[in-house]
Every structure is written in structure tokens, then in C-alpha cells.
């Protein structure tokens, strides 16, 4: 049996993710997946992967209420692999305004926020982000070689499906960025074992896969 077929990753059901195709892009590489919404099964697993699409609130009401923020805290503190996925990205920040303030899990400091209507040049922008963007190595950090973005091309374009963007109270966690609506803004993180995407690895064809692979080099 591979390295890649002993490993367990357990996928968070907590009633906003599109759990299908993450579940297929690591089995495209070789993880055994569980998805589920058990705490006991966060515990047992090698890896962690938190997906999401919809609202920040609702999200983590849907989390606390099934046991699942504070297994997801204690299975970070253990130090091993986690990965974050767009909503699941913007939970890890201390907060959200997003339909009013909500707490997040606050295991990365900063805030969730929404794009402009307007963009710098005073034009209207579209918001939610939908489609294909570039993503660039932060131009102060060396988090992207740490990452699983490692052997990605700097400038390739992954797919983002988005209203609002993490803020980093510390820009040392910054993994990538990419211009929208006027503004550069922080794409993905890494910050020790957490890696997390604003984009959506799993659909962002081989470039996506790859960073999945790459993720694998995290486990021990």
C-alpha cells in the first residue's frame, strides 16, 4: 500500500460544502476520505480538509451546534495537516461582517471582508468573483515555497467563487494573492500546519490537483 493510500482525511460536513468534488480530487491522488460531521472522526483522521460556499454566520452556527469548531481547534493545536477551502478559508479569521459581525474560529487573527461595489478607479465591479484568476506569490513574504503552491506556476489561474476576502493581521501568513475589484488581496495562507485557499483547488484543473499532491508532503 502507497504512503498516499494509508493516509486518512476526513472531510467537514457541516451543511455548506461542495463535499463531491473535494472528495474526488483526493481520491484523484490517492487518500483514503471520509466525509462527515462527527467530532470523533475529526480525532481519528491523519488530515483535515474544511470546504464551504455560502454564509460566514450561518457557518459557524452550523459548526458550534454539531461540536465541530472546537475539534477543529484541538486537531489544528495537534499540529497536523489542515487544509481550508473559500468559506472554510475565512472561518479560520477572528471575525466576519458579513450580514452583520460574527465571531470566527480565530485561529488565524484578522477579519473577513467584503469587496467594493466600486472599484479604486470609481467604476462598478462585480461582486460576487466568479471565474478563473491568477494567483501571485506575496512580493514580502516567503510563505508560497512553504506551501503546497511550492511547485505551482507563479501567475496561474485558479477559480474563486467569492464576496468577501481575510484581511492577515500578519502578512507573514500570506501564501498568494490576487487583484479583484481594484485591490490586491490575500488569496491563500499558510500558517504552520494550516494551508487554506480563497479558491477552489478541486476545480481548478491540473494546477488545483497539483497543489493537492503537493499537500501530501505535510504528512509524516
Known amino acids: 500500500m502507497s504512503k498516499q493510500n494509508k493516509i486518512k482525511v476526513s472531510i467537514i460536513d457541516y451543511g455548506m460544502g461542495n463535499l463531491f468534488s473535494v472528495k474526488q480530487a483526493c481520491e484523484h491522488i490517492g487518500l483514503r476520505t471520509l466525509v462527515t460531521s462527527k467530532a470523533e472522526d475529526v480525532f481519528k483522521a491523519d488530515g483535515l480538509i474544511l470546504p464551504g460556499v455560502g454564509s460566514f454566520g450561518n457557518a ?12 477543529i481547534t484541538d486537531f489544528i ?16 479569521f ?10 470566527g ?18 467604476n462598478k465591479a462585480k461582486v460576487p468573483q466568479v471565474g478563473w484568476n491568477r494567483i501571485k ?11 503546497p503552491l511550492k511547485n505551482i506556476r507563479e501567475g496561474s489561474f485558479m477559480y474563486f467563487v467569492h464576496s468577501y476576502y481575510c484581511n492577515p493581521g500578519d502578512s507573514r501568513f500570506i501564501a498568494s494573492t490576487t487583484e479583484y475589484a481594484g485591490i490586491e488581496y490575500c488569496s491563500s495562507v499558510l500558517k504552520d500546519n494550516i494551508y487554506a485557499s480563497q479558491f477552489h483547488p478541486e476545480k481548478s484543473a491540473q494546477g488545483g490537483l497539483q497543489i493537492y499532491s503537493n499537500w501530501l508532503n505535510y504528512f509524516k
Do not use: R
Open 60 to 71: 459557524m452556527s452550523n459548526l458550534t451546534n454539531l461540536g465541530l469548531g472546537e475539534a
Open 77 to 92: 493545536k495537534k499540529g497536523k495537516p489542515f487544509m481550508g477551502i473559500c468559506l472554510g478559508m475565512q472561518l479560520l
Open 94 to 103: 477572528s471575525e466576519s461582517d458579513e450580514f452583520g459581525k460574527h465571531k
Open 105 to 122: 474560529l480565530d485561529l488565524i487573527k484578522g477579519k473577513v471582508i467584503k469587496f467594493s461595489a466600486i472599484d479604486k478607479d470609481g
Open 137 to 147: 506569490k506575496y512580493s514580502h513574504g516567503s510563505a508560497w515555497d512553504k506551501s
